[in-house]
């Protein structure tokens, strides 16, 4: 099995998914991955500034947005990254996303951009 689940990460990374079959094994994959127990990003962090962040935050967004208009289920979820991207977390990597509630999510967020604020000084 976690041949199985390496060989399918990198298939997804590479973005070749092109059946609604293989999103949604993708999604199982993700659901997977939270109840195995993803733990708090450990780093590196390096902060994404500039065209380096927006161009990373596109993909990441292109990728989510395609996942949730494959399944109608994910209604009312958001992917979170769980080491975020401006933080330098991968934008596609299923093992870096776990699904959220709304409300939930924007609690991640607050956290993540009050670190952001309290590390903007010594940056």
Known sequence: ???LRCNYILYINKLKMKTVSE???YI???QLNK???NHPPKGPFRILHGKEYTLTFEEM???NRRLHNADESL???DFHEIHPVKFGGEPTDPTNKILLSRTVHLQFVKWWNKKLYELKDSL
């Open 61 to 63: 967004n292109r990728f």
């Open 75 to 77: 209604r009312g979820l």
């Open 35 to 37: 109840e195995a127990g």
């Open 28 to 30: 199982e994959l993700i």
């Open 1 to 3: 099995m976690p041949e």
């Open 23 to 25: 999103i949604k094994k």
